[in-house]
């Protein structure tokens, strides 16, 4: 069974530093692309990065280009989420997710399972 | 950026009714296209992928269609476990961008 469990959320000051993990179980973790998922409360969906099998290809939104650094460790079937300077904008429930592809006329990528959630609150 | 312009934001079915949700992109996404569902209080689960393919597990009532810019989810006979949020979500070019969210609720 798929299980993705993330951690390390929690009241922030604007400024500072946090950093997520999401524990991987019940599949292969160096053979999938892996990505975050933020959801500001009460709002809808917003990615934050992926980062490819090997790690050597990361993507970012704009908006946390320069302050957050998507990483893994496939020894320790681990993501990570590091932020740096927060702002209250970046107040969210972060979500680790797997993604998939389906090879049709082209690749067609979906994220099939994630985790519960953990909420990042950023307020002095 | 691509934007994905969902609607309708919110709607009440009744039990048995069949429900459509649209998204339409801003430029063409060859049906690289999902769709999850999202009750309350909980993570996102998908439903649809490659626009019409359903994921294992899900019931067939759920169905998607569509190319180009315009897709749609259909519910065929609404369920109470069917109440939820429903957001679509294209993977064609980073960044990848969701829909808003339609708050699907029973009549």
């Known amino acids: 069974e798929v299980q993705l469990v993330e951690s390390g959320g929690g009241l922030v000051q604007p400024g500072r530093s946090l950093k997520l993990s999401c524990a991987a179980s019940?599949?292969?973790?160096?053979?999938?692309?892996m990505a975050w998922v933020r959801q500001a409360p009460t709002k809808g969906l917003e990615w934050v990065a992926s980062?490819?099998?090997?790690?050597?290809?990361?993507y970012y939104r704009d908006s946390v280009k320069g302050r957050f650094t998507i990483s893994r460790d496939n020894a320790k079937n681990t993501l990570y989420l590091q932020i740096d300077s927060l702002r209250s904008e970046d107040t969210a429930t972060y979500y680790c997710?797997?993604?998939?592809?389906?090879?049709?006329?082209?690749?067609?990528?979906?994220?099939?399972?994630w985790g519960p959630g953990t909420m990042v609150t950023v307020s002095s | 950026d691509i934007q994905m312009t969902q609607s309708p934001a919110s709607l009440s079915a009744s039990l048995g009714e069949t429900v459509s949700i649209e998204c339409l992109a801003s430029?063409?996404?060859?049906?690289?296209l999902a769709w999850y569902q999202q009750k309350s209080g909980k993570s996102p689960q998908l439903l649809i992928y490659?626009?019409?393919r359903l994921q294992d597990g899900v019931p067939s009532r759920f169905s998607g269609s569509g190319s180009g810019t315009r897709y749609s989810l259909k519910i065929s006979g609404m369920q109470p476990e069917d109440e939820a949020d429903y957001f679509c979500?294209?993977?064609?070019?980073?960044?990848?961008?969701f829909g808003s969210g339609t708050k699907l609720e029973i009549k």
């Open positions: 997710a797997k993604a998939d592809v389906y090879y049709g006329l082209l690749p067609y990528w979906y994220f099939d399972f």
């Open positions: 019940g599949f292969t973790y160096s053979n999938y692309v």
């Open positions: 490659a626009a019409s």
């Open positions: 980062i490819s099998t090997g790690g050597g290809n990361t």
């Open positions: 979500q294209q993977s064609y070019k980073y960044p990848l961008t």
């Open positions: 430029e063409g996404i060859s049906n690289d």
